[in-house]
């Protein structure tokens, strides 16, 4: 994991095999698609800028080129409105570009990453920790050292082991 001058935008197109997120709030509502977020709480249809959002493009063409983009969301049900609309609009819609997202719930049993932050991994050598504020705001990414790479594998690892296929548990725990 080096430090670099790269902004998280460079490294979600620049990546070369695979890039990880793990997503820990319940609440990004500020951070990106929030009038989608608002016609989804006013049972709006999806405008179809949500649909070809330009993130959208970015994973097509990610893995397109046989790279690997996925995720772990760690959750608690009852979902938030939040989690409903990023789950129910945003994942289904970003599988069919190739993502592939796991859920890590902890309705039923222990958090086994209680201190982990949200981060993306990218090609398993860089790390870029996120930062939020306490409505959903994001606030920025620090690209973290070599130093703490371990402690970030690991953290991807058992979010995976413990985590189950986004559409077997959509199926189980979708609204």
Same mark, same amino acid.
């Given at each position: 994991m080096t430090t670099s001058s790269k902004s998280l935008g460079d490294w979600l197109k620049?990546? +070369?095999? +695979? *890039?990880?997120r793990l997503e820990t709030l319940d609440d990004y509502s500020q951070s990106g698609g929030v009038s *989608?977020?608002?016609? %989804?709480?006013?049972g709006k249809p999806q405008p179809e800028d949500f649909k070809t959002a330009?993130?959208?493009?970015?994973?097509?063409?990610?893995?397109?080129? #046989?790279?690997?983009?996925?995720? $772990?969301?760690? $959750?608690?049900?009852? =979902?938030?409105?939040? =989690?409903? %609309? !990023?789950?129910g609009w945003g994942y289904i819609r970003? $599988?069919? *570009? #190739?993502? +592939? %997202? %796991? @859920?890590?719930? @902890?309705? !039923?049993?222990e958090n086994p990453i209680p201190n982990a932050p949200d981060f993306w991994m990218f090609d398993n050598r860089t790390v870029g920790a996120m930062s939020y504020d306490s409505e959903g705001k994001y606030l920025g990414t620090e690209f973290t050292g070599d130093s703490k790479l371990s402690e970030f594998l690991a953290y991807r690892d058992l979010a995976l082991a413990a985590a189950v296929p986004f559409p077997e548990w959509w199926a189980q725990y979708g609204e």
């Open positions: 620049d990546f +070369e095999q +695979e *890039a990880f *989608a977020y608002q016609d %989804f709480l006013a330009d993130w959208v493009t970015t994973v097509g063409n990610a893995t397109q080129a #046989g790279k690997r983009m996925y995720r $772990v969301h760690v $959750v608690t049900r009852p =979902l938030t409105d939040y =989690l409903r %609309f !990023e789950l970003n $599988v069919k *570009a #190739g993502e +592939e %997202f %796991f @859920i890590l719930d @902890i309705t !039923e049993q």
